[in-house]
């Protein structure tokens, strides 16, 4: 394995995505995934060229939200709850605000006809300014340590402001914003990500924010390239309920030829 460009991509290892009391979407298996994640920064130390880190970053009005939604009785839905378009379009949901109904049905239509997601109802969470949007103490440290010794930025990258769709990617948001280029294809990350020679890929959660951004990773990723891209299995979990998603990435992208390996193989 090349390392003159060893990067590491790590998506959303903040504490609200944690196994923590506390936590507003605890996956199980988050803090020792985090945890390995932290002694992999502290062993690569100068091999490692660059980090990405992305946050997911929301306010508590946000479309897959509670209080965004209402039931007839100006009730919001319970967390978890998939909200269909046929559901949105018979106002079975509603948004609480009528000015964005139409907006929001035409959301949920065009992430269903994108095919990768219905909409979910999560317990607010990543809300920015709080503990749940912080990093990972571990992995917080580490990267604090790696950017002082080898005098290098991390590259912190939010995701999710926009209240009118969601941003699991890294790279694009679900339903891209026309109002918003910030919910556009990032190509200055792609570009960044595709100067490494080696891109570990880590993070939370295996089912839904590093599934997107690996799929969008590969729409992008010359294909000549793909055993560059390296997803540490043991650096990564699926959100309770949704296991399957997480399986299912996993062998798809064996199957695509991106390298599937633990954190300590990579040494």
């Known amino acids: 394995m090349s390392h003159a460009k060893l990067q590491l991509l790590l998506i959303d290892p903040q504490n609200d995505f944690c ?15 985090l945890q390995r994640v932290a002694a992999l920064i502290e062993r690569l130390g100068a091999r490692l060229s660059g980090v990405q880190v992305t946050l997911d970053s929301h306010q508590p009005l946000h479309i897959a939200h509670p209080h965004s939604w209402q039931d007839a009785q ?12 046929d559901e949105v379009a018979s106002g079975r949901w509603q948004t609480r605000d009528p000015a964005e109904r139409a907006r ?6 065009a992430l269903e006809a994108g095919g990768r997601y219905r909409l979910v109802i999560w317990p607010e969470h990543c809300l920015v300014g709080g503990w749940g949007h912080g990093v990972q103490q571990d992995v917080h440290q580490a990267l604090n340590a790696w950017g002082r010794q080898q005098g290098r930025l991390v590259d912190f990258i939010a995701k999710g402001g926009n209240p009118h769709t969601e941003h699991y990617s890294a790279l694009r948001a679900e339903v891209p914003d026309p109002a918003d280029p910030g919910t556009a294809v990032d190509a200055g990350l792609i570009a960044r990500l595709q100067a490494a020679d080696t891109l570990l890929i880590a993070g939370e959660a295996l089912s839904h924010c590093v599934a997107s951004t690996v799929r969008d990773l590969l729409e992008f990723w010359p294909r000549e390239r793909r055993q560059d891209l390296v997803l540490l299995t043991d650096c990564s979990h699926s959100v309770p309920g949704f296991e399957a998603q997480g399986d299912a990435l996993l062998a798809e992208m064996r199957a695509a030829g991106i390298r599937l390996a633990t954190s300590t193989d990579v040494l």
């Open 19 to 33: 196994d923590l009391p506390g936590a507003a979407l605890p996956v199980p298996g988050a803090v020792a995934g």
């Open 74 to 85: 100006g009730q919001p839905p319970a967390p978890f709850t998939q909200i269909g378009a």
């Open 104 to 109: 929001a049905l035409a959301y949920v239509q």
